[in-house]
């Protein structure tokens, strides 16, 4: 199926910019939300930055021990039909940045409850998703497992905050 998606000549394509919002947005949005907290004294807004955050981290450390423990080789790597955007030595399962960028989306969506963040949000996961079977990085079962991962972190880290800290969940409720 990465075949059909991605093409011979994936350099100027908006896909790769697309890609490369993963990480930064991940990192910008809780600390975003921290900043405004701190500025505005406001303990539930930090709570939620935090609670973000941890999601992110812990999608980001499970990413990494799969990729460790499955190795995994890129498409591009093992095909010569794949052309990849850049050569990437790391393993492919699951994805990275489909990873923290649903984790993000998913914490997002447990914090938010809104339809115009939460919608954006899985949109957005979702086209890093895409970018990175259109680059030749990732096979679909790497950006589903990414995905997977980035939304069950998200889930985890809010269940764990709950019970670890029921207290600040009494604040979040007034």
Request: no cysteine; proline share 6%; hydrophobic share 40%.
């Amino acid at each position: 199926m990465v075949r059909n998606i991605n093409p011979q000549n994936t350099s100027g394509t908006g896909w790769k910019t697309v890609s490369s919002t993963a990480k930064p947005i991940a990192v910008l949005i809780p600390a975003g939300i921290m900043t405004a907290a701190l500025i505005n004294k406001d303990k539930i807004s930090k709570y939620k930055a935090i609670e973000i955050g941890t999601s992110i981290i812990v999608a980001a450390a499970t990413t990494t021990m799969l990729k460790q423990i499955i190795k995994r080789e890129r498409p591009g790597n093992v095909y010569t039909d794949i052309y990849p955007d850049k050569p990437d030595t790391d393993y492919a399962f699951p994805s990275g940045h489909v990873s923290v960028s649903f984790a993000t989306a998913a914490a997002l969506s447990i914090q938010y409850k809104k339809w115009y963040i939460t919608v954006p949000a899985y949109l957005w996961g979702t086209g890093v998703a895409y970018s990175r079977m259109y680059l030749g990085q990732h096979y679909p079962t790497d950006v589903l497992m990414g995905a997977a991962t980035g939304i069950g972190s998200a889930y985890f880290s809010h269940w764990l905050n709950k019970k670890l800290f029921p207290k600040k969940q009494q604040l979040k409720k007034r």
